[in-house]
């Protein structure tokens, strides 16, 4: 959590928790940093899920999920409250992401493209697991990850905010501000794509 | 509701139920219904059976890269919108305009200097315009004042208004003033002459005798004067022939007066001593 220099008193503390995100965002324009924090608090996990789906590398999701709150904290008089805070901080997220990507691509430093490079994979396999099931496993999940990479952002997002997020449906809808159809369209959409893809690398994919 | 009779035409519809199922967003009846046509529907089994097969890939994906993953508390660098803030503090607390005006030119010391320079080429230009007006105000002043008398005095003299005649008399005597002894003569003079004169007058005696003793104490300023003094005495010597003009008129008058007077007293003595 972010360290705030002043002493925040319990009273406080309660009063934040107890708020919406849309109240906490008004809290926060009137300058209280500790209503920020509280919101910083709620959707780090998430966005940095979200950021890592849509990146797959750990260093660039948490950079791209610092990024998010500091651009949000930045902008946050220009939140019209029309849009959930929800909705708000994805549509940050993504939008940091593709700037990531696309700074990376410029770079020549993407990931994907430098996946023979072994030292500069960042997850960490399980250390119950034998240096062969490793690297069976490590191969495994590039071939996944690659998949979900080379998928179009608009399904992308989707299935990042499903699986790695944990929304429902509803959520993802009112975040995307797609009707819910749409969503379980797009999704079921990537899902088919994603078989494709895996389908035609050599292993099998469950 | 799905329909094995329909099974083309609802695509869009199975496509809804499969990911709602597979993600268990479905209630009881929906997903009774659901079982029941994959049971009889071997397409729709199969469908559901790749999708499932690649969100169990996701799945492995994350459990295997992201849930390991801690997630470190994010810090926003809130110096700035700090520094920001007790800036604004700083400013609401009143300062006196000394203060203000201080912090002001700490900013830079371009600014200083530039203030400074400017300033002090306001001084320098509000000095020279000061002197430069200074003297043009004393000369015009001067002028206006003698070429006023010169105006006025040669109409009195004209009109015959034997009483105002003094005040060219001061004309000549401004004119004539060069030096301190002179001055001081003659605005005794004019003293003398005015009491003789209106009473109207005075107020320029006073003022003539004034001017007279300050040209006695700048000699220097009378260099100016005198080109003026010049030719108000060609001016003023005119008007006092005009002067001795009436008044030997005038004194010539009153003898034939005499004469005549005394050549009645004696027409009378003779009548006189003719009846006697």
């Known amino acids: 959590m972010i360290n705030f220099s002043c002493k925040v008193d319990l009273k406080t503390r309660v009063m934040v928790n107890n708020l919406t995100d849309e109240q906490l965002v008004e809290q926060a324009v009137n300058e209280n940093s500790e209503a920020f924090g509280e919101i910083v608090k709620r959707w780090e996990r998430k966005i940095f899920a979200l950021c890592f789906g849509m990146l797959a590398r750990e260093d660039e999701a ?22 959930k805070v929800s909705s708000w901080l994805h549509r940050i997220a993504v939008n940091q992401c593709l700037t990531v990507k696309r700074r990376t691509k410029t770079r020549s430093e993407s990931f ?24 069976e496993q490590n191969e495994r999940l590039k071939i996944i990850r690659q998949a979900v990479n080379s998928l179009p952002v608009d399904l992308r997002q989707i ?17 995307l501000d797609l009707p819910l159809s749409t969503i379980k369209s797009r999704l079921y959409t990537a899902l088919k794509q994603l078989r494709m893809k895996l389908e035609r690398t050599p292993m099998e994919v469950v | ?79 700035k919108p700090r520094e920001f803030y007790n800036a604004k503090i700083d400013s609401k607390v009143s300062r006196s305009w000394f203060e203000e005006l201080g912090r002001l030119f700490s900013v830079s010391p371009a600014l200083t200097t530039s203030a400074s320079l400017a300033l002090f080429a306001i001084c320098i230009g509000i000095i020279f315009f000061a002197n430069k007006s200074t003297n043009n ?15 006025s005095s040669p109409k009195n003299g004209n009109e015959n208004f034997p009483n105002t005649a003094p005040s060219d008399d001061f004309e000549e005597a401004r004119g004539e003033i060069s030096s301190g002894e002179q001055s001081k003569s003659l605005a005794a003079r004019a003293k003398n002459d005015n009491q003789k004169t209106a009473p109207d007058s005075s107020f320029v005696r006073k003022d003539l005798i004034l001017k007279v003793s300050n040209d006695s104490r700048n ?12 030719k108000n005495k060609e001016t003023s010597f005119e ?33 006189d001593d003719g009846a006697k």
């Open chain 1, 62 to 83: 948490r950079d791209a999920a610092q990024e998010t709150f500091i651009s949000a904290y930045k902008n946050l008089k220009n939140f019209r409250g029309e849009a």
């Open chain 2, 219 to 230: 000699p220097e300023k009378n260099l100016n004067r005198k080109a003026n003094s010049q």
């Open chain 2, 137 to 151: 105000v004393e000369v015009a002043d001067i002028n206006s004042k003698s070429t006023k008398k010169m105006i």
């Open chain 2, 1 to 79: 509701m799905l329909d094995n009779s329909n099974h083309n035409n609802s695509t869009c519809e199975i496509a809804e139920q499969i990911v709602s199922y597979l993600y268990g967003e479905v209630n009881t009846q929906e997903k009774t219904v659901f079982e029941t046509h994959l049971r009889s529907c071997s397409t729709c089994a199969k469908e559901f059976a790749d999708i499932s097969a690649v969100h169990s890939a996701v799945i492995e994906w994350r459990n295997e890269e992201f849930l390991t993953l801690e997630v470190h508390s994010i810090e926003i660098p809130y110096k």
């Open chain 2, 239 to 271: 008007n006092k022939k005009l002067m001795f003009a009436q008044t030997d008129k005038i004194s010539r008058l009153n003898n034939v007066e005499e004469d005549e007077d005394k050549s009645l007293r004696l027409a009378e003595l003779f009548e």
């Open chain 1, 112 to 135: 994907l493209d430098d996946e023979n490079n072994t030292e500069k994979k960042v997850f960490v396999a399980p250390s119950r697991l034998l240096p062969s099931r490793m690297t």
């Open chain 1, 159 to 175: 299935v990042v905010m499903k699986e790695f997020e944990d929304m429902t449906f509803q959520e993802i809808s009112d975040t």
